[in-house]
């Protein structure tokens, strides 16, 4: 029944029209490691860890060996066929096998071959390192570009192999190899003392444990399970409490006794303030030094140099023109909820102070962090680990607000979100999902059969994408159940990238499909109840799912263009941001009328459609409190520029100085006193510096492609989605972000669609 649209093929169908398709290619059938249809699909059932030792093994031998060839050749072999046609052949025909081992590190069921895998990881990912760290190579790359590129083979290079030569030199420079023997050894000295402090600054969050002790009354509002897990003993009203996430988080969430709340919202951020003010201090000093070095302005540049904004300059007027455009409504937001605070203070009979601090802070969306906690049963990683993971979750999307925004949603717009998980029965959310990207983009989806034994789990399943010529564009596979040891989060991951096929000769052949893997933890459906999902992890699906099509629909050339290179559950972790902005667009479909119906039904009659009034108070609540929750990530947006733009000045201010200046200027919240956020704040140190503005930044342009394209009515257009096929996914990786958006668009993006939506712009109009 799920799957009543779609027809079933079996495998011998697929076989012999995709060897068709191949032969119509190629002139002969064609047997390679990577694979092209479902009946050459391997075994990714792995029980044995020689196996993945073997892979290992033969990539990194394949690997040394042709960069060995490119160090070997001599000036007169220097060209386009030999340094780029190895590298492009190697990640074609090694794609499969390089993204296997990330696969089954992630969602193997057994222990054995998790463990393997990771440690075939770590090795091979150092050993990949080492060889983009070849001199001998990079000066290969730079006569070549220098003497032979620029005065005989440029004009006629395809412009693919040319953005893959531009990447690499970029890549090798960035690392250092254009610096002389003096100065690059003291880049590696920088960095290495950059990554040191790094870990001593997490080190001492995570050592930094106290326990408190609350009476009953101070922790009023608390569940009895929560309590009696923290109870001392029988004779006294003590509870102990620490600042682990499963203690400070529930308590920040419902305790109705603000000193309490207080109390715990200052010693969490006040967390080591002394050393890991002073490591984040000496930390953003090494990284200015670094960057100079190597020939930017600050950090910032050197972060923003490969991702959309391309200059820290270009991120400053974009944070600027934001907050320049929602302040007033900010300021309003605020307003409101001190009148909550107000009443709320009246009630209890306590004096009002008629300010706000950030001793409010509160999850608004409750559902979606049980739901987090629950996954974390089940992770494969240290616990300590998994509360940054978790806090890191939070901060990007935006979910911490305040004790008052969650009254002030409870108030104007009442969502019983259990009673609306009941329309959400996974199956139907899948059915749905498939039928609106089906109808948008002209495609078919075609469950696959007769795999399973070569898939890793019986959860799994096997998808076909097919084009309206009935050519096959690429397969996917959905793991969508939580087990023991699997990834505990959402994400897709590439299996195999689709690229062209090139010859010994760089003469295109044929081509590679691509193939990934969606990765979800929705809860199992039991034999009285289905699996139902709440809002936000309908949300979450349609997410991982734009990227599986986003990968899929993609045509490039080459394999490093072809989807993301690695797990996407943050988008902060790569370095190509766009890759998140279709997946963001395609959220918009869980807020229309029209789309929710098709993937909606309640699960014990189909036909019954989510009620009006549940729809509006979704729909209303996107928009509530917009004002402050962006002017809050304006704040670490704009704080994370200042510190890594070369302004910040340990003379002029330090950092818990700087926090309290930008936090009341820009968000209009005081810092808690005696807290430093720069001190707590674990990501800016480990790697995801200087990045921060992201979520912003593609918030605004998804907004503004939905709007003006898609917009009201054109939700399942499929002129409208050819063009998103033809203007943006085509292309994958092969151009730039931007200018895929502007050719779409048909002009550079927009802030004003962003907030109309948020509801910001009518309001400032009132
Ligand atoms: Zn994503």
């Not at 989605?721 to 200018?739: I, N, P, Q």
Request: proline share 3%.
């Amino acid at each position: 029944m799920l799957y009543r649209n779609h027809f079933v093929r079996n495998l011998s169908d697929i076989g012999s029209r995709s060897r068709c398709l191949q032969r119509r290619n190629n002139n002969k059938y064609w047997f390679s490691l990577s694979f092209r249809t479902a009946t050459t699909l391997p075994d990714l059932n792995i029980e044995r860890s020689d196996h993945i030792c073997q892979i290992k093994e033969t990539l990194q031998a394949q690997i040394q060996k042709y960069h060995d060839k490119i160090a070997s050749l001599s000036r007169s072999e220097l060209n386009a066929k030999n340094l780029l046609l190895l590298p492009i052949r190697h990640s074609q025909q090694y794609s499969y096998q390089s993204h296997l081992l990330s696969l089954l590190q992630n969602v193997s069921p057994h222990k054995h071959i998790r463990d393997t895998c990771v440690q075939m990881n770590q090795e091979l990912s150092k050993f990949c390192i080492d060889m983009s760290m070849r001199r001998d190579v990079y000066n290969q790359y730079k006569i070549y570009y220098d003497e032979i590129y620029k005065q005989q083979e440029e004009s006629a290079m395809d412009n693919e192999w040319k953005r893959l030569l531009h990447m690499l030199l970029r890549d090798y420079r960035r690392n250092g190899l254009g610096l002389n023997e003096k100065d690059y050894d003291k880049m590696k000295e920088l960095s290495k003392r950059i990554s040191e402090l790094s870990i001593i600054f997490n080190n001492n969050l995570s050592l930094w444990n106290p326990k408190f002790t609350f009476t009953r009354e101070q922790l009023k509002g608390m569940d009895e399970d929560w309590l009696h897990i923290r109870y001392n003993g029988k004779e006294s009203d003590d509870y102990k409490v620490t600042l682990q996430y499963p203690d400070y988080m529930p308590i920040m969430d419902k305790c109705e006794v603000e000193s309490t709340r207080a109390k715990m919202e200052l010693e969490f951020h006040s967390r080591c303030k002394v050393e890991n003010s002073r490591i984040i201090e000496e930390v953003i000093a090494l990284r200015q030094m670094r960057s100079e070095l190597l020939g930017y302005a600050n950090h910032s540049d050197y972060i923003c140099e490969i991702r959309m904004a391309k200059t820290s300059q270009r991120v400053s007027q974009f944070l600027q023109n934001l907050w320049n455009r929602i302040q007033d409504l900010s300021q309003r937001d605020l307003e409101v909820l001190l009148q909550l605070k107000k009443a709320d203070k009246a009630k209890c009979g306590e004096t009002f102070d008629g300010e706000f601090g950030v001793e409010f802070t509160h999850i608004y969306n409750i559902y979606l962090y049980m739901y987090i906690m629950k996954l974390c049963l089940f992770n494969q990683f240290p616990k300590k680990n998994i509360y940054t993971y978790i806090y890191f979750f939070f901060f990007f999307c935006g979910l911490f607000a305040r004790y008052y925004m969650n009254q002030r949603v409870e108030k104007d717009c009442k969502i019983d979100n259990e009673k609306l998980r009941e329309y959400f029965p996974l199956e139907l959310v899948i059915r749905g999902c498939f039928d609106i990207f089906q109808q948008l983009f002209g495609l078919k989806i075609v469950p696959v059969q007769g795999v399973s034994s070569k898939l890793w789990h019986e959860d799994v399943q096997a998808f076909e994408l097919i084009d309206g010529k009935k050519e096959t564009v690429g397969y996917f596979m959905l793991d969508l159940h939580p087990r023991e040891g699997k990834f505990s989060h959402a994400c897709m991951t590439t299996l195999q990238q689709g690229c062209s096929i090139y010859d010994h000769d760089g003469q295109r052949t044929g081509s590679q499909v691509p193939m990934n893997v969606m990765i979800c933890n929705f809860p199992k459906p039991t034999p009285n109840k289905p699996c139902l999902l709440s809002h936000n992890e309908v949300t979450t699906f349609f997410h991982e799912f734009g990227h599986v099509m986003h990968q899929l629909c993609g045509q490039p050339n080459l394999a490093r263009f072809s989807g993301p290179n690695f797990l996407t559950i943050f988008f902060f972790f790569q370095s190509e941001d766009f890759v998140e902005t279709p997946s963001q667009m395609f959220e918009n479909w869980c807020w229309d009328k029209e789309s929710l119906d098709m993937m909606s039904g309640h699960y014990k009659d189909n036909n019954k459609k989510i009620p009006d009034e549940l729809i509006k108070g979704i729909q209303q609540s996107r928009k509530i409190n917009s004002g402050l929750h962006h002017t809050r990530q304006l704040y670490f947006g704009m704080l994370d520029q200042y510190i890594h733009s070369g302004k910040f000045d340990i003379h002029q201010e330090n950092t818990e100085q700087l926090c309290a200046r930008l936090s009341e200027s820009i968000w209009g919240v005081k810092a808690t006193e005696n807290t430093n956020f720069l001190a707590t704040f674990s990501h800016l140190v480990g790697g995801y510096d200087a990045t921060y503005y992201g979520y912003l930044w593609s918030e605004v342009i998804s907004f503004d492609m939905f709007r003006t394209k898609f917009g009201k009515g054109k939700l399942l257009d499929q002129t409208v989605g050819l063009l998103f096929r033809d203007k943006v996914l085509k292309w994958g990786g092969s151009k730039d972000g931007m200018e895929l958006v502007t050719n779409f668009l048909g002009r550079e993006p927009k802030m004003d669609a962003f907030l109309k939506e948020k509801g910001l712009e009518l309001e400032m109009e009132e």
